[in-house]
C-alpha cells in the first residue's frame, strides 16, 4: 500500500529536479553582449544588458557623428568610455554674448514689434 505512494512522491521529486537543471534560454540582449568584445564586457559589465547595448550603439553613433564611421576597437572602447564617464562633467557647451544689456537678434521674416498707441 505504501510503495505506490513512495513511487508517486519520487517521480513528483525527480521531475522537480530535472526542471530545475534544465538551462536557462537566454534573451536576445544577453546573447548580443555575450558578442561584445571581453573589454567591453568588462567595462559594461555593471548594467543590465539592453542598456549596455544601448550605450555600445550610442558611442558608434557618436563616432559616425564626428566623422569615423569604420572606428578601430580602441577608438570604439574610448567613446564608450567618454559615453559612461564624460570628461569635464559633461560635453563642452559654448555660448556666445555681446553682453548684459544687448537684445537677441532680430529675425528678418518677424516683423519688429511697435508699441500701441
Known amino acids: 500500500m505504501n510503495r505506490p505512494l513512495l513511487f508517486a512522491v519520487l517521480l513528483a521529486l525527480a521531475g522537480a529536479v ?10 536576445p540582449d544577453e546573447r548580443a553582449f555575450l558578442q561584445l568584445p571581453g573589454d567591453l564586457q568588462s567595462m559594461l559589465a555593471g548594467m543590465p544588458p539592453r542598456e549596455a547595448l ?5 558611442a558608434q553613433q557618436h563616432l559616425i557623428a564626428v566623422g569615423n564611421p569604420n572606428a578601430s576597437g580602441a577608438q570604439l572602447r574610448g567613446m564608450v568610455q ?19 544689456t544687448s537684445f537677441p537678434p532680430m529675425s528678418p521674416l518677424v516683423a519688429p514689434y511697435l508699441p500701441a498707441r
Open 18 to 27: 530535472r526542471a530545475q537543471e534544465a538551462p536557462r534560454q537566454l534573451s
Open 54 to 58: 544601448l550605450k555600445v550603439e550610442l
Open 82 to 100: 567618454n559615453v559612461l564617464a564624460p570628461q569635464g562633467g559633461g560635453y563642452p557647451v559654448t555660448s556666445a554674448s555681446a553682453g548684459s
